[in-house]
């Protein structure tokens, strides 16, 4: 941080300005509509989870009562906590993984690389609606592409209601996924990748380097920050995966879906119960773990990195 | 040896390469296929190309099953917040790098830590906020929500971008008489156009896109956006496959325009976050 404030000294920038009015003519707006409808509702969440609301208005402190049933009494919640938990693991593992390949096909000198990237790359804007709906079909029992292509290979026996079935629906969704955002990571990989010294790289090929053991020993030890960061990034959008799923389950079959977050959703806005207590416990609880994760694994992760050097 | 197996390899890896294009851009082409068609050619063979296209569909899609309501909401939502998250996120960061105070510090940290904020601890006491503001259930509501949740990203992009013009032009303007505003107006604005136009065209298709505060915060059918018209139409229990894949078609057009103009400064903007 204080690097960062002497470059700004030698871009000649002073190090305080005394013009108040300025600051809080430009800084103000941005300031005021944040804290009031970002930061505010989130110190709302952590007040309400301390309290139950019943109906007429009628709001009860409870302490860490919610907590406590959370925690303790609610089955539901920890089986949505274990999808979530599946969910993420294999979703970052497979997106980070499929994004590599991409980036290598692309690397590896494909002719027309451009034009394959940006058809790689497009799932990546659609949104989670459109997206949903298209494998919902996708998926269809009757004349989904998957089961039309298993018939054809005369392979009914394994032709399947994907996502009506509690053992398969987690990994159809999943697979919906990592569709989605394995160009996100193509992109970032690419970029990697053209940032390797060339001179390394061709001193691997001097030596007779096999691809396998120059994409072992030379590429991917260089790519561990970028490999550290897109796990960590995809990690915390997976564990609070909300929209890929309501859209295309909605928790179901038989919560075999249930994630943390549309449990959340559920608890608050399709029981009728009117109680935003418990629901906002869930989410404090999940917010607090995904700090935590995150904290770890940059900690433990960048760690390694400074011990390999 | 090695010249035998290389152009095996080669083909080896460029069916890899089309057999992925056929996977990511398939499922398009597909609904693309299907929003010309009727639900019942389309039970008959689900995977024919449309040889009688019904290019009516679209106009029937917009008029009577409402999706010119939902794009023309979306669209009033979606341009209104851009605007506003980046003119104020503009204003933000150059407030913060122009105008340093004792709070900069703090004031940058706790701007930037929004971005890691999960939507489920704002939306359910914002669902409560709204409600008692009387913004519940109106696109203003919407507007000011996603305006508020856009900010910290946007003022982290245009803040590292603005701190590498150079002061000096700064103190030239002022020597040259300009008020505060004008030289953020004329000078900061005009030279920070790129980063601005990338975090507009991010901001656009991330507010396009969006779902989840627009199904807490809007209920009426004739205030919903596009995501959630779409949505309403998979609830029915006859689905009209056919008229939901027009649907499907007229929301992801404008993603797919703008991306055949801007697609690598999207792709780079989209991915300006992870790189560091």
Not at chain 1, 156 to 180: F, I, N, R, Y
Not at chain 1, 296 to 302: E, F, H, Q, V
């Amino acid at each position: 941080m204080a690097s960062r404030i002497e470059a700004k000294e030698d871009a000649g920038i002073p190090r305080q300005s005394r013009d108040w009015v300025p600051l809080i003519v430009f800084l103000g707006p941005a300031l005021v509509v944040y804290a009031g409808f970002s930061l505010f509702p989130v110190l709302k969440t952590i007040y309400n989870s301390l309290h139950v609301m019943k109906p007429h208005n009628v709001v009860e402190f409870v302490g860490l009562g919610n907590y406590r049933s959370l925690l303790t009494h609610d089955e539901i919640f920890w089986k949505a906590v274990k999808n979530t938990a599946l969910f993420s693991v294999f979703g970052t593992v497979l997106d980070v993984g499929a994004g590599f390949l991409l980036a290598l096909c692309l690397f590896a000198k494909v002719p027309l690389a451009r034009f394959w990237k940006i058809v790689w790359f497009s799932p990546v804007l659609i949104s989670y609606v459109v997206v949903g709906i298209i494998w919902v079909w996708i998926y269809d029992y009757n004349w989904g592409i998957v089961n039309t292509v298993l018939r054809w290979f005369a392979l009914d026996a394994l032709a399947h209601s994907w996502l009506g079935d509690p053992h398969t629906a987690l990994w159809a969704v999943l697979a919906t996924q990592v569709w989605k955002w394995a160009g996100f990571n193509m992109i970032v990989f690419m970029a990697a990748l053209y940032g390797l010294p060339p001179d390394v790289l061709g001193a691997a090929e001097l030596d007779h380097c096999g691809w396998l053991a120059k994409l072992v020993h030379v590429i991917l030890p260089m790519l561990r920050p970028t490999v550290v960061s897109l796990l960590v990034l995809s990690l915390i959008g997976k564990m609070m995966v909300f929209d890929v799923v309501w859209i295309m389950t909605r928790g179901g079959p038989l919560w075999s879906t249930e994630t943390v977050s549309t449990y959340v959703y559920k608890r608050a806005f399709d029981w009728n119960t009117f109680d935003l207590g418990y629901p906002s416990a869930i989410a404090v609880v999940w917010f607090i773990l995904i700090l935590v994760f995150v904290a770890l694994l940059t900690g433990s992760l960048r760690q390694r990195d400074k011990l390999e050097y | 040896m090695h010249n035998v197996t290389a152009p095996f390899k080669k083909t080896l890896l460029l069916l890899f390469v089309i057999a992925c294009t056929v996977i990511t851009g398939g499922p398009f082409l597909w609904v693309a296929a299907l929003s010309l068609r009727t639900t019942p050619e389309i039970f008959d063979h689900p995977y024919s190309f449309p040889m009688h296209p019904h290019f009516g569909k679209f106009l029937k899609a917009w008029t009577q099953a409402n999706y010119g309501q939902y794009f023309w909401n979306s669209t009033l939502v979606v341009v209104s917040a851009v605007f506003l998250a980046t003119l104020l996120g503009a204003m933000a960061a150059h407030g913060l790098v122009r105008y340093p105070f004792r709070g900069t510090r703090a004031t940058r940290f706790l701007i930037l830590s929004g971005m890691m904020l999960p939507p489920q601890m704002l939306v359910l006491s914002l669902f409560q906020i709204m409600f008692s503001l009387r913004l519940y259930n109106s696109l203003t509501g919407l507007i000011v929500v996603y305006v508020a949740t856009q900010l910290p990203m946007t003022i982290y992009i245009l803040e590292s971008f603005f701190a590498h013009i150079p002061q000096d032009l700064f103190d030239a303007a002022r020597l040259d008489g300009y008020a505060d505003f004008e030289i953020f107006w004329r000078i900061a604005l005009p030279i920070g156009t790129p980063a601005v136009l990338t975090t507009a065209l991010l901001n656009f298709i991330m507010l396009w896109n969006e779902f989840l505060y627009a199904v807490v915060l809007l209920t009426d059918n004739s205030k919903r956006t596009l995501p959630l018209g779409i949505m309403f139409f998979m609830g029915g229990h006859q689905i009209d496959v056919g008229m939901m894949a027009t649907g499907l078609m007229i929301t992801i057009f404008p993603v797919l325009l703008l991306y055949a103009f801007f697609s690598e400064t999207m792709i780079k903007g989209m991915t300006a976050g992870a790189v560091r």
